[in-house]
């Protein structure tokens, strides 16, 4: 069974007066029966451990360099992202790939680096609206993802993030049924290099997740979570989000 997973992305946003909603978070959450994540910046990681307590909710990263350590002004390590308590990293975000000129080839070794540090790396893949409209998108898709996940991956320390870029912070989304046959794909591509073991992978959907489509979302087949960057900054907006995640979790009777 793969765990279903409310991921959250703060992106540059967040200070400490934000740890307000981490509290909210934590204490709403701890009944949960989806695994619940938030990524803030890196400069808050340590400090919103601390204010979840003992609490399940888990943290993670945004971004990681592929090396350890050494001399990379400004980067950040997998192994310093684990000694702040982080237990994922987010690579290949969209922004990244655009703002930073990451390719695939650096995807996959900034989730090497997160494999080496022992975080989970959350790897994020999508077409533009261009691609998508010239029919290319599964075709892009399964070539991120072909060149993005690196060899040795598994669901135990891998998860894969739909996010058609078109659809990232613009209240777009995709219809149930382009969200459906990308999930398929990718099942299908992952299960084609990696054997049954290719199952294991959680795949989230991300792009404009809101209280409002999350159930519709959620219902779909293969898809495991989300992947949310605007809705996520209040626990107001978020929790309904998990909350929709812990409904499609929840055992039929
Ligand atoms: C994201 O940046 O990963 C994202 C999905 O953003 P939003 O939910 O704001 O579209």
Redesign the pocket.
Known sequence: MRRKLAAG?W?MNGTRASLDEVRTLAAATSGARCEVLICPPATLLSRANEAAGTAPLRFGGQDCHADPSGARTGDISAEQLADAGARYV?VG???RRTDHGETDAMVAAKALAARRAGLKAII?LGETLVEREAGQALAVIGRQLAGSVPDGAAGADTVI?Y?PVW?????LTPTPDQITEVHAALRAALLDRFGSGGWDFRLLY?????PGNAAEIFALPEVDG???????LKAADFLPIVAALSAAAAPVN
């Open positions: 992305n992106k987010i975000h969209s922004e994020c993030a996010e659809a990232i912070g613009t209240g991300g792009g404009s997740v809101k989300a992947l949310v960057g605007g809705a996520s």
